[in-house]
């Protein structure tokens, strides 16, 4: 059973800094792409960040030069290191996998950019 854990949420003003990590377990971390998506009061979830297996990555125009995913294969953890935060970026911040057979999704955690 693929589990994935997010943690690193908070309130943080704007300008300010956040790591989100994904703990993943029930699955061969090293071999699929991870990603994180956010999803905003009122909005549809929306793709932030995208790493694959080799450590290629993209993002999503509005977070580009201020987010960056990595991954850590032998802790099976991915990250979203978040700098100059902006109140646009409050949202609730999920974790993905799509392992062939299924998606999966973690429970998110939650990010508030406000002074």
């Given at each position: 059973?693929v589990?994935?854990?997010e943690s ?20 061969i971390?090293?071999i ?64 993905h ?14 990010v508030t950019?406000?002074?």
């Amino acid at each position: 059973q693929v589990q994935l854990e997010e943690s690193g949420g908070g309130l943080v003003q704007p300008g300010g800094s956040l790591r989100l990590s994904c703990a993943a377990s029930g699955m061969i971390f090293e071999i699929y792409a991870m990603a994180w998506y956010r999803q905003a009061p009122g909005k549809q979830r929306e793709l932030v960040a995208r790493i694959t297996s080799g450590g290629s990555t993209n993002y999503a125009d509005s977070v580009k030069g201020r987010f960056t995913i990595s991954r850590d294969n032998a802790k099976n953890t991915v990250y979203l290191q978040m700098n100059s935060l902006k109140p646009e970026d409050t949202a609730v911040y999920h974790c993905h996998v799509d392992v062939g057979k299924g998606a999966y999704w973690g429970q998110g955690t939650q990010v508030t950019v406000s002074s």
